[in-house]
Nanobody, 115 residues
């Protein structure tokens, strides 16, 4: 059992930046995949970024060059740095960790991009 809590969302102007955090209740080192998703109202959930164990990353085409996923195992935390944010990227952002036998989701953090 792992609980994930996202934070760092909020209101940002177009072109601005946010750093989202996902803190786990215990070690997530053993999970093979750590991911960030987002879902906007009326739209399907979208995979934004993935980081594996060991540290390999993958990004949706729409965020490549503007976003960075990382993790700090000592803090049981996954991060998503987002730069040059666009209004269409406003969404609830979720983190998830996936292992061989199980996976867990956080409750999400709201990101609003508006001037």
């Amino acid at each position: 059992q792992v609980q994930l809590v996202e934070s760092g969302g909020g209101l940002v102007r177009p072109g601005g930046s946010l750093r989202l955090s996902c803190t786990a209740s215990r070690s997530i080192f053993s999970f093979r995949l750590m991911r960030w998703y987002r879902q906007a109202p009326g739209k399907q959930r979208e995979l934004v970024a993935t980081i594996t164990s060991p540290d390999n990353t993958n990004y949706a085409d729409s965020v490549k060059g503007r976003s960075t996923i990382s993790r700090d195992d000592a803090k049981n935390t996954i991060y998503l740095q987002m730069n040059s944010l666009k209004p269409e990227e406003a969404a609830v952002y979720y983190c998830t960790v996936t292992g061989v036998r199980n996976g867990y989701w956080g409750q999400g953090t709201q990101v609003t991009v508006s001037s």
